[in-house]
């Protein structure tokens, strides 16, 4: 419950196309500068099984290092939403929008047949939820 609430406050629910839009790439990313707090969430996800990627960034003089975390892999997205779902609140969309995409490319990864309609449509429900600035009606 506790990673849950820390990714609804901290974390960020992506598929993102690539520079050439030819492939989309899913990603869970936590950005912190606090380096026990990320360490712990490191631990947990190695207790979960989940392969994530962390990277320290200097933000120069003014500003603290700032910490990110990644998970990339489909299988190790698909675990740890699994895991987080039924306790988040304020990324509960995103989180089932990118189960529901995972899952698909999971089961049609053999596939040669490219990206399904509702798969690009999910790519596009991601850009506009993640879309920075006011949303109107929120």
């Not at 520079?19 to 790439?25: A, D, G, L, P, S």
């Not at 299988?75 to 675990?79: A, E, G, P, S, V």
């Given at each position: 419950a506790w990673l849950a609430g820390f990714?609804?406050?901290e974390g960020h629910l992506s598929v993102h196309t690539s520079?050439?839009?030819?492939?989309?790439?899913a990603s869970i990313g936590i950005r912190n500068t606090h380096k026990s707090t990320m360490g712990h969430i490191g631990v947990l996800l190695q207790?979960?099984?989940i392969a994530y990627a962390i990277r320290e960034e200097d933000r120069?003089?003014?500003?603290k290092t700032s910490y990110w975390l990644n998970i990339t892999d489909m299988?190790?997205?698909?675990?740890f939403l699994e895991a987080i779902m039924p306790y988040l609140v304020t990324k509960r969309i995103q989180a089932e929008l990118m189960y529901e995409y995972c899952l698909s490319r999971i089961q049609n990864a053999r596939s040669r047949a490219g990206?399904?309609?509702r798969e690009r449509e999910i790519q596009l429900l991601f850009t506009v939820i993640n879309r920075r600035g006011r949303i109107e009606g929120s």
């Open positions: 990714i609804d406050g520079t050439e839009r030819k492939w989309f790439q207790d979960m099984h120069g003089p003014r500003n299988r190790n997205i698909q675990r990206y399904s309609e």
